[in-house]
């Protein structure tokens, strides 16, 4: 690595902060809720514009479900490409910004969707365009998709598509104290109802089949499929049922949210779920729903990436630590299909999905450049 890399870095990051910040506070106050096809319509609109003059490359679109994908590719002709992966929707409704506004205060910065992952999208940006000062001999993708946080139905497809004809995929998501992130868990999401009879619950409750009665039971049985030592967690997070306090109630429903680190838990949980039974017999039961997101296995694919991101970072002064959490990202699809890939290359901060959301605005920045090395010198 050239010795006067930091310092060209240096000189960049001097001429570029205020545009870096003015551009987040556009992005971040561009609102872009999972759900609003308007919204995402409009801050997709502003990111092309973004992505043209920060980067000097033409944006692509494609269309799904009324989302645009955007994707913009430098070097085509050069091979050897990495994929750097970002999404620009976010968990908040529109109007956080009343509650959640932009704003930088010293060294952090404040606002819905800074965190994750707006701040992520610019990095990439403003990493190729202080890759195009350094000649770079490598082809590299920014792929920015709109639906991450809802599950990426509609991007998953080129998602992969992109990622297959990748030798590495860094993901831009955020990082909590710096760490890359070399394991996710996968995700599922299950719904358990049950169908009983209603009656009256003076006059004849004995008619009735208390479905209440036995969503509940089953709230016990469910719990049960959790495995801490193998990672596994299961947390009913809705229950619904009854319609008056005077009827016996016909149906009950509860929504549980699963996490397994390996695709074998997958497989046993998708298995135990399908084969729950209802304790009163005269009950009917439906289960629906799955794993929506593979887990994002530690393996040695991402350990190997992971170790040539550490000693590129160590050369730029990072003392960078690799961790597994309980979170997906768009980085599990990819894991999947065995390949390598490297999450949380993304801004430095805390406060995902909450009204503590922020990032360190510094150790942010300097992300840029462990961005654009890691393109380098992979």
Not at 63 to 82: F, P
Not at 210 to 229: G, M
Not at 237 to 251: A, F, L, W
Not at 330 to 346: K, L
Request: with cysteine; hydrophobic share 40%; charged share 30%.
């Amino acid at each position: 690595m050239p010795p006067d890399l930091k310092d060209q870095f240096s000189e960049f990051l001097e001429t570029e902060r205020n545009s870096i910040l003015k551009d987040l506070r556009t992005l971040v106050e561009c609102e872009s809720p999972s759900t609003d096809q308007n919204l995402l319509s409009r801050t997709a609109d502003l990111l092309k514009e973004m992505m043209a003059r920060i980067t000097g490359l033409a944006p692509e679109v494609e269309m799904k479900d009324g989302k645009q994908i955007l994707s913009a590719t430098y070097g085509k002709d050069l091979g050897r490409n990495i994929l750097l992966l970002c999404h620009y929707d976010t968990v908040w409704p529109e109007g956080t910004l009343s509650r959640l506004p932009f704003r930088v205060e010293g060294d952090i910065c404040t606002g819905p969707g800074v965190f994750d992952m707006k701040s992520g999208i610019l990095i990439s940006l403003y990493a190729v365009k202080f890759l195009s000062t350094l000649q770079l001999k490598r082809s590299l993708t920014i792929l920015i998709t709109p639906d991450e946080e809802i599950g990426s139905e509609a991007s998953r497809e080129l998602i992969l598509s992109f990622a297959k004809k990748s030798e590495a995929v860094l993901v831009l998501e955020a990082s909590e104290k710096g760490m890359l992130k070399v394991g996710r868990k996968g995700v599922g999401t299950f719904s358990v109802q049950a169908q009983g009879r209603a009656a009256h619950a003076g006059l004849n409750p004995e008619a009735g089949i208390n479905a209440i009665s036995e969503i509940s039971r089953l709230v016990l049985d469910v719990e049960k499929f959790a495995d801490p030592e193998q990672g596994t967690t299961v947390n009913v997070g809705i229950i619904r049922g009854g319609t008056r306090t005077n009827v016996v109630p016909e149906k009950a429903e509860i929504e549980i949210d699963v996490r397994v680190k390996t695709d074998r838990e997958a497989k046993r949980i998708e298995g135990a779920f399908h084969d729950i039974k209802a304790h009163d017999k005269r009950i009917q039961l439906n289960v629906t729903g799955g794993i929506e997101r593979p887990p994002m296995e530690r393996n040695r694919r991402n350990d190997d990436l992971f170790k040539k991101v550490k000693e590129i970072g160590r050369k730029i002064g990072l003392e960078l630590e690799a961790c597994e959490v309980g979170g997906a990202s768009d980085g599990n699809f990819v894991s999947a299909e065995g390949i390598p890939v490297i999450d949380g290359m993304g801004a430095v901060g805390e406060g995902a999905h909450s009204l503590s959301e922020k990032i360190q605005v510094s150790s942010s920045l300097y992300r840029i450049l462990l961005v654009a090395a890691t393109i380098l010198y992979l």
